[in-house]
T-cell receptor
């Protein structure tokens, strides 16, 4: 199972775009990249998933370069309510759907 | 219900007591996961069910931990003879089983915070 590396923490201000990069050098051919968000005292919540190039939804964008060894979660115009821990995970439908969760990136959005 | 529910939300146990944590997944979700999350850490995989079958229990830390999902819906995580190191938040997640390459979106409950004194 591929492991991921991401910054422990980031700071930003309201209205800014935030980009969180995740490294996954050992990603397998059939692995997908998924990001989750977790607020204090809550379970994680799915944000976005992608395999290659760019994926966008109403919450975020996910950029994946051709070699797929890294990915970047982009949060446009963050607000105070985006303060949370963001997890990058790599996995596929095999391995009994087991996902390896790292420490995540603790994002603090300041007024 | 609309989401995954877990009970109790908080549990305080004396060292050596047995505890049982309940998870009610989203109706119709085939897959069910249990995770342990220590303070400041990411969730750690404990076990996985597909319907009533426990397909993976490689993450259970010891034989004091036992999980079941007898009818393929509600699941219970039982911890026998609790120890202080068992103190953590226990998260349950469920998902639809989707054919295809990507990982299924996991829907998490709020967790049960277990404190062992």
């Amino acid at each position: 199972l591929a492991k991921t590396t991401q910054p422990i923490s980031m700071d930003s201000y309201e209205g800014q775009e935030v980009n969180i990069t995740c490294s996954h050098n050992n990603i397998a051919t059939n692995d997908y990249i998924t990001w989750y968000q977790q607020f204090p005292s809550q379970g994680p919540r799915f944000i976005i998933q992608g395999y290659k190039t760019k994926v966008t939804n109403e919450v975020a964008s996910l950029f994946i370069p051709a070699d797929r060894k890294s990915s970047t979660l982009s949060l446009p115009r963050v607000s105070l309510s985006d303060t949370a821990v963001y997890y990058c995970l790599v996995g596929n439908a095999g391995n009994n759907r087991k996902l390896i969760w790292g420490l995540g990136t603790s994002l603090a959005v300041n007024p | 219900g609309a989401g995954v529910s877990q009970s109790p939300r908080y549990k305080v146990a004396k060292r050596g007591q047995d505890v049982a944590l309940r998870c009610d997944p989203i109706s119709g979700h085939v897959s069910l996961f249990w995770y342990q999350q220590a303070l400041g850490q990411g969730p750690e995989f404990l076990t996985y069910f597909q319907n009533e079958a426990q397909l993976d229990k490689s993450g259970l830390p010891s034989d004091r931990f036992f999980a079941e999902r007898p009818e393929g819906s509600v699941s219970t995580l039982k911890i026998q003879r609790t120890q202080q190191e068992d103190s953590a938040v226990y998260l349950c997640a469920s998902s639809l089983w989707q054919a295809g390459g990507g990982t299924d979106t996991q829907y998490f409950g709020p967790g049960t915070r277990l404190t062992v004194l």
